[in-house]
């Protein structure tokens, strides 16, 4: 079964690049992420240190992004990110898709990233997090192969809501 799961992904893969144009893309974006609240209340046992963004910190990130293009509308990437929640160091890995509904210089998109991250924080070991960001924004074509974007949305990770308000540049 865990040979069958990657030969379909490379079968699927060559039978879109069959049919449809796919180019391949990269992005770097950054963001600022704005602490909301935190999603659980917990009652503390004997090892809890607190809440894993303890201090209600809010962070930013630092993203890059390799994946490919579909017809210039559906994008989707693997990504690797810096995270820094005031003092608190990390990493995530995640999938990114993005759509864009419209073919013009300046277009609304849609994106969604899922994930994991780990911060290192107050815990001996650090905590490591699921991570499911659902954002909405514009994107503006600079040239045929160049795009800068902005975008906002929700951001659910860490046992916290977040909102990351992001700029991008993709090629």
Same mark, same amino acid.
């Given at each position: 079964? #865990?040979?069958?799961?990657?030969?379909?992904?490379? $079968?699927?893969?060559?039978?879109?690049?069959?049919?449809?144009?796919? &180019?391949?893309?990269?992005k770097? @974006?950054?963001?600022?992420?704005?602490?909301?609240?935190?999603?659980?209340?917990?009652?503390?046992?004997?090892?809890? @240190?607190?809440?894993?963004?303890?201090?209600?910190? %809010?962070?930013?990130?630092?993203?890059?992004?390799?994946?490919?293009?579909? #017809? &210039?509308?559906?994008?989707?990437? $693997?990504?690797?990110?810096?995270?820094?929640?005031?003092?608190?160091?990390?990493?995530?890995?995640f999938?990114?898709? @993005?759509?864009?509904?419209? #073919?013009?210089?300046?277009?609304?998109?849609?994106?969604?990233?899922?994930?994991?991250?780990?911060?290192?924080?107050q815990?001996?070991?650090?905590?490591?997090? +699921?991570?499911?960001?659902?954002? +909405?924004?514009?994107?503006?074509? $600079?040239? @045929? %192969?160049?795009?800068?974007?902005?975008?906002?949305?929700?951001?659910?990770?860490?046992?916290?809501? $977040?909102?990351?308000?992001?700029?991008?540049? #993709?090629?």
């Amino acid at each position: 079964m #865990k040979r069958i799961i990657p030969i379909i992904i490379i $079968l699927i893969t060559f039978g879109l690049k069959s049919y449809s144009q796919i &180019d391949y893309f990269g992005k770097v @974006e950054t963001g600022y992420l704005r602490f909301l609240f935190t999603t659980i209340q917990v009652d503390p046992g004997p090892n809890w @240190e607190g809440y894993n963004l303890d201090n209600e910190q %809010n962070g930013i990130d630092i993203n890059l992004i390799n994946g490919v293009n579909f #017809k &210039d509308r559906f994008f989707t990437g $693997l990504g690797i990110g810096y995270l820094n929640f005031e003092g608190i160091d990390g990493f995530s890995i995640f999938t990114d898709f @993005e759509y864009l509904p419209l #073919k013009t210089i300046l277009t609304p998109l849609i994106d969604i990233k899922i994930g994991y991250n780990h911060i290192w924080n107050q815990y001996e070991k650090g905590t490591g997090s +699921a991570l499911l960001e659902l954002g +909405a924004g514009l994107n503006y074509e $600079l040239t @045929e %192969n160049i795009d800068i974007y902005i975008q906002s949305g929700f951001l659910m990770t860490q046992q916290s809501l $977040l909102i990351p308000i992001r700029i991008g540049l #993709k090629f």
